[in-house]
């Protein structure tokens, strides 16, 4: 170990390794993303709206798990872009029905090909059967975290 590099502890190597592989996969993913002038996280809120059509902010908040002022911020800055779309909901006026515009559903294959390409690179190496096993694992894994991280989100 150098001493640039930080110490792993030694009581939590697997959570060390978790971390780093976490935030580098994100660096990664915004650097594919970037080409498609997306931010990280924002494609998740796009893939909802792509399947769920038109929602409420509230519900688009739960549904990607992240914090609500990361969402307001991501939906801004997609609707500064032309991507998505807020309104009043018709049903409720107090609150705002959010939706993908043309421009942003033109999107989706593009996104979906920055995600394989994201998913090739970052599986490459990996025969099938071990590729199978680390999904199997990082099921188990969040199936660990889930209730204590976000027990609403869970189930």
């Known amino acids: 170990m150098t001493p640039d590099e930080p110490a792993c502890p030694s009581a939590g190597p697997v959570s060390f390794s978790l ?4 935030r580098l996969h994100r660096i990664a993913a915004g650097r594919v993303l970037r080409c ?3 931010y990280p996280g924002q494609e998740f809120v796009l893939m909802h709206l792509w399947e769920a059509g038109p929602v409420r ?7 990607v798990g992240l914090d609500p002022s990361t969402v307001t911020k991501s939906l801004q800055r997609l609707e500064q872009a032309g991507y998505v779309r807020r309104r009043p909901d018709p049903a409720d006026r107090r609150a705002s029905l959010v ?9 989706r294959e593009r996104v979906g090909e920055a995600w394989a390409a994201l998913e090739a690179r ?3 190496g990996l025969t099938p059967a071990e590729r199978e096993t ?6 188990k894994v969040e199936g660990n975290l889930c209730p204590e991280a976000a027990p609403e989100e869970c189930g």
């Open 122 to 124: 970052t599986l490459d």
């Open 134 to 139: 680390l999904l199997l694992l990082l099921g």
């Open 57 to 63: 902010q509230a519900e688009l908040i739960k549904a």
């Open 99 to 107: 939706e993908a515009t043309d421009r942003g559903c033109a999107l």
């Open 19 to 22: 971390s780093t592989v976490a």
């Open 36 to 38: 498609l002038g997306l």
